[in-house]
């Protein structure tokens, strides 16, 4: 039956690509495509709405609520984010073990030269919440994504280092990754549904040359995300994935395999306090049958994060 729902799944996303991010929105599509290289939700910005008077033809007045058209002239833009997650769910496999989160932080800026045309940089840390291991991550992206109407289409580059071998006490490592993504919007009435796929390969350096595994290994992400408006201020936003691995993750007896990674889905529920200000805490759900290293079959966990754009 699983086996049944995964292909079911992966030819319906593939069919419809998907979408990675509305530039006038303050959610860049490089900062998305660095997010879904992780295992956890994104939240899409909900159109903003208010309530005005209108009369009807009989003279009686009503409230009627109706969605602000919003034209962006702003060629720019800057954003920045916080966040924690109980586990750090890395495509698919856990990547510090249970009972080890993580504390993170980004910031990125856009600028829009030209219509339907956005190019995006920025910088993501991460550290381990448990003081049992030492992990740290930098991540350095650009990225550009051009609109086709309702088609986002995206290619970027992102830098990984690793102090300390993740925290082990080894040598410094890192990964050159190049992406490619394409998102298609649906909009349903008030919700918005979003399938999508994201292309990652790694272009070096090589495992112990400074690298943590080999260039070519590659992993396709395919996800459809849904947003679902249940106010003005509050969003309902669940998501289905499924994970593609080419040579990237390894199991417990150490090699590495080509197929499907995992199976996942997971809902966020983002609250907009303010224009420029919001949070968005998760629960996500991971079952995978690689048996990937360090990795449970099963995997419940949970985060939250705080959202500035200006």
Excluded: C
Excluded at 6 to 28: E, H, I, N, W, Y
Excluded at 54 to 65: E, H, M, P, R
Excluded at 152 to 172: Q, T
């Amino acid at each position: 039956m699983i086996k049944n729902l995964l292909t079911l799944f992966a030819g319906v996303a593939l069919v419809a690509p998907m979408a990675l991010a509305q530039v006038d929105t303050g959610t860049s599509a490089g900062a998305v495509a660095l997010d879904r290289a992780r295992s956890g939700p994104v939240a899409v910005s909900q159109p903003t709405t208010t309530t005005e008077t209108v009369t009807v033809s009989d003279g009686k007045s009503l409230n009627k609520k109706v969605v602000i058209e919003e034209e962006s002239e702003k060629w720019w833009s800057v954003n920045a984010s916080t966040g924690w997650d109980s586990l750090y769910m890395f495509r698919g496999a856990n990547l510090l073990g249970n009972g080890r989160g993580l504390y993170w932080l980004g910031g990125d800026i856009g600028i829009t030269p030209w219509e339907n045309g956005a190019f995006t940089a920025g910088v993501w840390y991460g550290v381990s919440s448990s003081s049992s291991r030492q992990y740290q991550e930098l991540d350095v992206f650009v990225d550009y994504t051009h609109s086709f109407g309702p088609l986002d289409a995206s290619f970027g580059w992102i830098y990984y280092y690793y102090p300390n071998s993740f925290g082990l006490g080894g040598p410094d490592l890192s990964q050159n990754e190049l992406y490619w993504a394409l998102a298609y919007n649906l909009e349903i009435g008030s919700v918005t549904i979003t399938p999508n796929a994201t292309y990652f390969l790694n272009v070096g350096p090589h495992a112990g040359d400074g690298g943590w595994t080999e260039p070519g290994a590659s992993y396709l992400l395919l996800q459809i995300d849904f947003g679902i408006p249940v106010t003005d201020w509050l969003a309902v936003e669940p998501y289905v994935a499924y994970g593609i691995n080419f040579g990237f993750n390894a199991n417990n007896n150490g090699n590495f395999f080509d197929g499907g990674n995992n199976f996942q889905l997971g809902v966020a529920m983002p609250f907009q306090i303010t224009s420029w200000f919001g949070i968005s805490p998760y629960v996500a759900y991971s079952y995978q049958w690689m048996d990937i290293a360090g990795t449970d079959e099963n995997t419940w966990w949970a985060g939250v994060s705080a959202n500035f754009s200006f």
